[in-house]
C-alpha cells in the first residue's frame, strides 16, 4: 500500500472574492437580464430577486435621508451666511459713522 498521493487528484484553486458570503451584505449586485438571476459581485452568492429589491429600497431611502439632511445643511449654511452678511453691514455702517472724516 503506497502513501504517495498522485499528483493528478490534487486540484488547486484560487478563490478570488473579495468578501466571503457569511460577511457580505451583498450591496454590489449583477443582474443577469436573460435567466432573471441576481448574483453579488463581491461574494458571488445567489440572491432572490425580492431580497436584492428590498435592499435596494432600503438603500434608496438611505440615500433619500443622506440628501434631505445635506439640504438641511445647505438651508442653514445659507441662513447664517445672511445673518453674518447683515451683521458684517451693519459693523460697517456703524464704523463708517463713528469714523472722523478724513480731509
Ligand atoms: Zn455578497
Known amino acids: 500500500m503506497s502513501s504517495v498521493i498522485p499528483f493528478a487528484r490534487l486540484r488547486v484553486t484560487t478563490d478570488n472574492r473579495t468578501h466571503r458570503p457569511g460577511e457580505c451584505a451583498h450591496h454590489n449586485i449583477k443582474l443577469d437580464s436573460r435567466g432573471g438571476i441576481v448574483t453579488c459581485r ?7 430577486p425580492f431580497w436584492a429589491l428590498t435592499m435596494l429600497a432600503e438603500q434608496y431611502e438611505l440615500a433619500l435621508d443622506h440628501a434631505r439632511r445635506l439640504e438641511d445643511r445647505l438651508a442653514r449654511a445659507d441662513s447664517r451666511i445672511l445673518e453674518l452678511s447683515a451683521e458684517l453691514d451693519g459693523q460697517t455702517r456703524t464704523k463708517g459713522r463713528l469714523e472722523p472724516a478724513s480731509t
Open 42 to 48: 463581491d461574494c458571488g452568492a445567489s440572491l432572490s
